[in-house]
C-alpha cells in the first residue's frame, strides 16, 4: 500500500493550496505496464501552454478540479511528433502513463486509434471511464484514488484484448535494448516479414517499430538528462546508441522543440516549484 501523507487533500479549489506531487505505485501486477501514479493537489499556479514531448507511451489524465481546457477525462496516444498543449492545466488532477502495448489491452483499443491524439477517455472506454473518474473524484483520499485504478486496470487485464505474441516479443526486444535493436534483427527473431511485422506492430502500438525505436532512445537519453544533469552530453550520447553528439541534439529537438543543454537549463529553472515530499508505496 502507499504511504498517504496527504490523506487531507480535496479536490476542491478552495482547499490549502499545495505543490507537493504524491506519487502511487501501482498493484505489483501492473507495474510492468502502468508507471507510478502521480497526484497534484491543488495549486493556485497551474501550468500551462506547454509542448509535450513526443513518447511512446499513452498518457491518462483524471481532474479532481475542473478547467476550461480539455475533458474532465483523457488520454493522449503514443505520439511521433511533440504536440502544443494550449491552455492552462486543471488546478488538481491525477496523472499516469501506460506501456503502448499494455495499452493495447488495458484501454481494449488498438492504439494506431488515438495515436497522436488528444480524446476523451470516454470515446475509448465507454461509459465506465466516466464512471471511474466520478468515483475518483469522491474519494477522500489519494490511496482512495489509486486503489481504484488498480482495481479498473486489474479488471481490464483479464478482459481486454490480447497483443500477438509477435508484435509483444518485437516490443520487448526494442524495450529491453533501448531501442537500439536494428528493426532487421527484431524481423528474423520474430519470424514475420518485415512489412508484416510494421503493419501488426502499428496497428497495435501505435507507432512503427523504427519509430518506436527512436523514442525509446530519447527517452532513455531525457532520462539520463534529468537523472545526471552534470554528465557530458556526448557520454550520454554514446550510451543511447546515438551516432553522436549531434545526432541526439536533431532528435532532441524534433521530439521537444528545443536542445538537451536549454532542455536541462529549464529543468533547473522549475526545480523549486517541482520540490517537496513524495510519497512511496511503503507502509504507512
Known amino acids: 500500500m502507499i504511504a498517504d501523507r496527504h490523506d487531507?487533500?480535496?479536490?476542491?479549489?478552495?482547499?490549502?493550496?499545495?505543490?507537493?506531487?504524491?506519487?502511487?505505485?501501482?498493484?505489483?501486477?501492473?507495474r510492468s505496464m502502468v508507471r507510478a501514479y502521480g497526484g497534484h493537489p491543488?495549486?493556485?499556479?497551474?501550468?500551462?501552454?506547454?509542448?509535450?514531448?513526443?513518447?511512446?507511451?499513452?498518457?491518462?489524465?483524471?481532474?479532481?478540479?475542473?478547467?476550461?481546457?480539455?475533458?474532465?477525462?483523457?488520454?493522449?496516444g503514443s505520439r511521433p511528433s511533440r504536440i502544443p498543449i494550449d491552455g492552462t492545466c486543471a488546478p488538481s488532477y491525477i496523472e499516469l502513463s501506460v506501456d503502448p502495448l499494455a495499452a493495447y489491452t488495458l484501454l481494449d483499443t488498438p492504439g494506431i486509434e488515438f495515436r497522436g491524439q488528444l480524446v476523451d477517455?470516454?470515446?475509448?472506454?465507454?461509459?465506465?471511464?466516466?464512471?471511474?473518474?466520478?468515483?475518483i473524484r469522491d474519494q477522500a483520499t489519494w490511496r482512495g484514488r489509486f486503489d481504484l485504478l488498480d482495481a479498473f486496470f486489474l479488471d481490464r487485464m483479464v478482459t481486454g484484448r490480447r497483443p500477438s505474441p509477435e508484435v509483444s516479443r518485437a516490443w520487448t526486444l526494442l524495450r529491453k535494448t533501448g531501442g537500439t535493436m536494428p528493426i532487421g534483427r527484431i524481423v528474423e527473431e520474430v519470424g514475420w516479414s518485415h512489412k508484416h511485422l510494421i503493419a501488426k506492430f502499428t496497428q497495435q502500438i501505435g507507432v512503427t517499430p523504427k519509430t518506436a525505436a527512436r523514442l525509446l532512445r530519447f527517452e532513455r537519453a531525457r532520462r539520463h538528462v534529468d537523472e545526471q544533469p552534470h554528465a557530458g552530453l556526448r557520454d550520454i550520447a554514446a550510451a543511447c546508441g546515438y551516432a553522436d553528439q549531434s545526432h541526439l541534439n536533431r532528435e532532441f529537438r524534433q521530439f521537444t522543440d528545443t536542445?538537451?543543454?536549454?532542455?536541462l537549463r529549464r529543468m533547473t529553472a522549475r526545480a523549486p516549484e517541482r520540490g517537496g515530499s513524495r510519497s512511496s508505496d511503503a507502509a504507512e
Request: glycine share 6%; no cysteine.
Open 121 to 135: 477517455l470516454g470515446e475509448v472506454v465507454g461509459s465506465r471511464a466516466h464512471d471511474l473518474a466520478e468515483r
Open 259 to 263: 536542445t538537451p543543454a536549454e532542455y
Open 42 to 76: 491543488v495549486t493556485a499556479t497551474p501550468r500551462g501552454n506547454f509542448v509535450l514531448p513526443a513518447a511512446a507511451v499513452v498518457q491518462l489524465v483524471f481532474k479532481l478540479v475542473d478547467s476550461r481546457s480539455r475533458p474532465p477525462e483523457f488520454l493522449i
Open 8 to 30: 487531507n487533500v480535496r479536490g476542491q479549489a478552495h482547499e490549502e493550496i499545495r505543490t507537493t506531487t504524491v506519487i502511487g505505485a501501482p498493484h505489483p501486477r501492473l
